[in-house]
């Protein structure tokens, strides 16, 4: 997969020579792929809070026999064909490609510097025949991981110290910005403050779909904690790795809207209970 996602991302550099706008392409594409894997999940989280209160009768009828009730509840679960698993196929799902990109993303913004002692990492690695084809003399100069060394983002990146969008480095961090000056922080605080917006926007169209549907205790602190964490953590994270972050809140926000108005509209579909 790190082949596959390093392909496309140096596809997309090839028709539009910029970094920041390949990154949001790849990631419009990978959220596009999973919609259908999000959409499922959605289905089969609306479908157990329809069933939730038979559910609570079956576990009310055989409280004292656990073996009944596990019984009892997965006859429940396959007479309405539900997978009580299913609500979480769209992290399991996005987990994986997340690890993937973030892998990628950072691959890209390597250094010859990052590989310790260049010139003796050169020497090293050509004494066990490998092909170093394209690498850059200045230690400060990108050396990209996982993209092919003829490829043109690996070509323009080798010999380039600084990967400009926007107004910032996208191989750098808030934090080391702000190491700079407070002025050169401030594309960085800005685009943070979206991946903020944008998330707690995303918890709020959530909850404001079914407020009196009962939702687990964990999710629901997850819910609370996540609009704090993804800007906290994006201070320390490439700027590259945050427009990932900006371009997916910006898109689920899009893919809720449609989600609120399709699945949970006037004109959604109730499947009848099974008992």
């Not at 999940?41 to 009310?60: D, N, V």
């Not at 260049?118 to 991981?145: C, H, I, K, M, N």
Request: proline share 6%.
């Amino acid at each position: 997969m790190f082949d596959l996602i390093a392909s496309l991302l140096a596809w997309f550099y090839s028709l539009v020579p910029s970094v920041g706008l390949a990154i949001i392409m790849l990631t419009l594409v990978v959220m596009v792929v999973l919609t259908p894997v999000t959409l499922k999940g959605t289905r089969s989280m609306i479908k157990m809070q329809h069933l939730g209160p038979e559910l609570k009768k079956i576990q009310a009828r055989h409280k004292g026999n656990r073996e009944t009730l596990n019984q009892e509840m997965m006859a429940f679960y396959k007479a309405n064909n539900i997978n009580p698993m299913g609500g979480c196929l769209p992290l399991f799902a996005q987990m994986p490609v997340f690890l993937v990109l973030y892998q990628v993303l950072r691959g890209i913004t390597r250094r010859m510097s990052d590989l310790g002692d260049s010139t003796g990492w050169v020497a090293g690695r050509l004494s066990v025949g490998e092909t170093l084809s394209g690498a850059p003399t200045d230690p400060q100069a990108f050396y990209p991981a996982y993209v092919d060394h003829g490829s043109e983002i690996f070509r323009d990146l080798s010999n380039r110290s600084e990967m400009v969008f926007l107004g910032m480095d996208l191989s750098r961090s808030a934090t080391s910005a702000l190491s700079e000056s407070v002025i050169a922080t401030l594309p960085y605080i800005l685009l943070i403050l979206v991946v903020g917006v944008s998330s707690w926007f995303q918890q709020r169209q959530i909850r404001g779909r079914n407020p009196d549907a009962a939702v687990n205790p964990q999710m629901q602190m997850m819910m609370k904690v996540m609009p704090f964490f993804l800007p906290l953590i994006s201070f320390q994270l490439d700027a590259s790795l945050v427009v990932y972050f900006v371009v997916s809140n910006l898109y689920r926000i899009g893919q809720q809207a449609y989600i609120t108005r399709s699945l949970y509209g006037p004109n959604a579909e109730v499947t009848p209970v099974v008992v």
